[in-house]
């Protein structure tokens, strides 16, 4: 049975399957490194929107064959994966402040871009 991932508000059947440790997520029998459960749910969806965003970026570069714009997508992708913990020193290695300062550093990089359609990934109240 799957381990629901982060916050206890979301819903079971809408989660990958977690290792019993918590720390992986497994999608189609490959382990990847969940998102920090700690992250509120408001700043992680701004962080997946500026992510799946980057993504589009790669994907658009590519095709554009435009290096430049690349190479700027892939730096942002690597930014938000970073924020969710995804990236980077492992979130259960890091204290609470040392995961909190990750990830709203990464939103206010992210924020600060100006994204095009995106609203900032920060929460209202922080």
């Given at each position: 049975?799957?381990?629901?991932?982060g916050?206890?508000d979301r819903?079971e059947?809408?989660?990958?399957?977690?290792?019993?440790?918590?720390?992986?997520?497994?999608?189609k029998g490959?382990?990847?490194?969940?998102?920090?459960?700690?992250?509120?749910?408001?700043?992680?969806?701004?962080?997946?929107?500026?992510?799946?965003?980057?993504?589009?970026g790669?994907?658009?570069?590519?095709?554009?064959?435009?290096p430049?714009?690349?190479?700027?997508?892939?730096?942002?992708?690597h930014?938000?994966?970073?924020?969710?913990?995804?990236?980077g020193?492992?979130?259960?290695?890091?204290?609470?402040?040392?995961?909190r300062?990750?990830w709203?550093d990464?939103?206010?990089?992210?924020?600060?871009?100006?994204?095009?359609?995106?609203?900032?990934?920060?929460s209202?109240?922080?």
């Open positions: 049975m799957a381990v629901p991932v916050h206890h819903m059947a809408d989660q990958p399957e977690r290792t019993p440790d918590g720390r992986y997520i497994v999608v490959r382990r990847w490194r969940a998102t920090d459960p700690e992250i509120p749910e408001d700043v992680a969806a701004g962080l997946r929107r500026h992510l799946m965003a980057a993504r589009r790669v994907a658009a570069s590519h095709r554009n064959q435009d430049a714009a690349e190479k700027l997508a892939r730096s942002r992708v930014t938000a994966k970073v924020a969710l913990g995804e990236r020193t492992p979130w259960w290695e890091q204290s609470l402040a040392e995961r300062r990750r709203e990464g939103a206010a990089e992210l924020d600060a871009a100006g994204e095009p359609g995106r609203r900032t990934a920060r209202a109240d922080g």
